[in-house]
């Protein structure tokens, strides 16, 4: 499980389209926890796209891990 700490996120929709889009990669379960601003990710070991995944929704990657 890859765990993402992201800034940005300040309402239920914010989350909602990050989650979205990681679970629109192939073979991605993510689930996003607004009130802790963080993304848990499984099925994908790929960094660098989760993090371009995040960003181009419009949000910062603070840490990632």
Known sequence: MVTI???GM???K?????????????GV???VILE???AKVEGCDDLE???KTVT???YEVVAIG
């Open 5 to 7: 700490k992201i800034e």
């Open 10 to 12: 300040k309402c239920k």
């Open 14 to 26: 914010c989350s909602g389209r990050v989650e979205k889009a990681l679970n629109a990669l192939d």
């Open 29 to 31: 379960k993510a689930e």
């Open 36 to 38: 802790e601003k963080l």
């Open 49 to 51: 796209l989760l993090k």
């Open 56 to 58: 181009d929704t419009g």
